[in-house]
C-alpha cells in the first residue's frame, strides 16, 4: 500500500502555475502598483502620481491585441515617452552592508514607480496577460492556459454569474 497520491493533473497544473508565477513577478508589480495608485470607486483623482496612474492605464488599453517585440504603435511610444520626461530616474549601487553594488534605479518622484513598471512589463513577453477585471476595475495577471479571463478572481466570477442570472430572470418574466 502507498500513501495516497494526489492526481497527477493536480500536480501538473500547480508546477505550471508556479512555473508562471515566477516568470510573471515584473507583471505582478505591475499591476499591484496599478491597483495601488489609481484605486476603483475613489473620488476624483487629486495627486499627479495617480493622474500618472490613470495614463499608464490607458497605454496598456490601447496595447493592441497581438504584440510583436519592437514594434509599438507609434501613439503608445509618444505617450510613454511623454510620461517619461516627466518621471527621470536616477542609476546607483545598492550601499548596505549586506547587498552592496547591486544595479538599483531611484525615482525622483512617485509618478515614475508605475512608469517603471511599465517600462519593465513592457519588454515581458507575457504583458498580454495584464488584464482589468471587468467585474471590479482591478488589474490581474492572467494565469489561464488559454489567457482567456475576464475576471480577477472566482469571487468576481460569481458576482457576474449571479447578477447576469438574475437579469435574464427578470427578463425573461416579462416575456410571458
Ligand atoms: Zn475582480
Not at 490613470?54 to 517585440?69: A, H
Not at 518622484?109 to 515581458?124: E, F, K, M, T
Not at 489567457?147 to 478572481?153: Q, T, Y
Request: hydrophobic fraction near 30%; include cysteine.
Amino acid at each position: 500500500m502507498g500513501h495516497a497520491r494526489v492526481p497527477r493533473g493536480t500536480k501538473a497544473k500547480r508546477r505550471r502555475q508556479q512555473k508562471l508565477a515566477d516568470s510573471t513577478s515584473t507583471l505582478e508589480r505591475l499591476v499591484t502598483r496599478l491597483n495601488a495608485f489609481a484605486p476603483r470607486g475613489e473620488p476624483p483623482l487629486t495627486s499627479s502620481r495617480e493622474r500618472e496612474a490613470r495614463e499608464v492605464e490607458r497605454i496598456l488599453e490601447s496595447l493592441p491585441r497581438r504584440l510583436e517585440y519592437w514594434k509599438l504603435p507609434r501613439g503608445v511610444v509618444d505617450r510613454f515617452n511623454r510620461l517619461a520626461r516627466k518621471a527621470p530616474v536616477i542609476l546607483f549601487l545598492s550601499d548596505g552592508t549586506e547587498f552592496r553594488g547591486v544595479p538599483m534605479i531611484g525615482y525622483l518622484n512617485g509618478n515614475g514607480l508605475v512608469l517603471g513598471a511599465l517600462w519593465d512589463a513592457l519588454q515581458h513577453p507575457h504583458i498580454k496577460r495584464v488584464k482589468r477585471c471587468s467585474r471590479c476595475q482591478k488589474w490581474f495577471v492572467d494565469r489561464t492556459r488559454n489567457n482567456g479571463a475576464k475576471r480577477c478572481s472566482l469571487a468576481c466570477t460569481w458576482r457576474w454569474w449571479n447578477r447576469t442570472r438574475r437579469r435574464n430572470r427578470r427578463s425573461k418574466r416579462q416575456r410571458h
